[in-house]
């Protein structure tokens, strides 16, 4: 998956009939449903919070996340969600940011669409001109578009995060460069970011784990590798 789409499937959500709600992926509301979820979070499900649910839920079909379970379900490809699929099990949001996050920074000068917003417990998505999207207890309780106010002046409705870094997952602008022909195709000369796995490379570039240990005879280790190391990732006839 690209930044781009990622970022877009976040704007598709955004304008849906959504809640916050723990523990939740994009599920639908459904009454069994949320008396599941009270039952395994009930310090998170009082009975405000569920009268709120059913409220929302009777303007139509209402759609369940939680910060990092946007993020989740987007990768495992909701709406029809493979759980924990695309390389992304289901961890929660420091998990998101200390295992699948690469080029962590506190510069808010440089930030591209689809990079990972990180403040201690909350995560969100950041898609642009200074807006953010996540799924938040805050304001309207939903899935919602807010102000970074790392770089935007706008009060309403803003949040400051603490910093920012790229989904290893993801395929950003940046990562690959057309290098030249082998055999009788093209390939891609990929540079290893931190936090990057071979299998995460591998399916950002449509390739199986066993294709690209293939077309990389030179890295004994498939599970070692190391920020900087230039690797072919893809051959197209």
């Known amino acids: 998956m690209t930044s781009k789409e990622f970022v877009d499937q976040a704007i598709k959500i955004q304008k849906l009939n959504t809640a916050y709600a723990s523990g939740t992926f994009g599920q639908k509301f459904t009454e069994p449903f949320i008396r599941q979820k009270r039952d395994q979070y009930p310090s998170s499900y ?37 759980y924990k ?41 950041y898609i642009g001109e200074g807006k953010a999207i996540e799924s938040t207890a805050r304001w309207s309780e939903d899935v919602l578009i807010s102000n970074v106010m790392n770089n935007n002046l706008n009060p309403w409705q803003s949040r400051k ?40 490379i591998a399916y950002h570039h449509n390739m199986t784990l066993a294709e690209i240990i293939k077309l990389n005879p030179q890295i004994p280790n498939p599970n070692l590798i190391y920020p900087g190391q230039k690797i072919c990732i893809m051959k197209e006839k």
């Open 46 to 82: 009082p009975d405000s919070k569920i009268r709120s649910l059913r409220n929302k839920a009777a303007r139509g079909d209402l759609y369940l996340f939680d910060c990092c379970g946007l993020i989740k379900a987007i990768i495992w490809n909701w709406p029809n969600v493979v």
């Open 85 to 125: 699929s695309n390389g992304l099990p289901d961890v929660n949001d420091s998990g998101i940011w200390n295992q699948y996050c690469r080029d962590k920074s506190h510069n808010w000068d440089k930030i591209e669409p689809g990079e990972i917003l990180h403040m201690k417990g909350h995560v969100g998505i």
């Open 161 to 200: 995060w603490e910093e920012h870094g790229k989904l290893t997952l993801l395929k950003y602008n940046e990562d690959t460069t057309y290098v030249g022909s082998q055999d009788d195709g093209v390939y891609i000369e990929y540079t290893v970011k931190k936090g990057d796995t071979l299998s995460a």
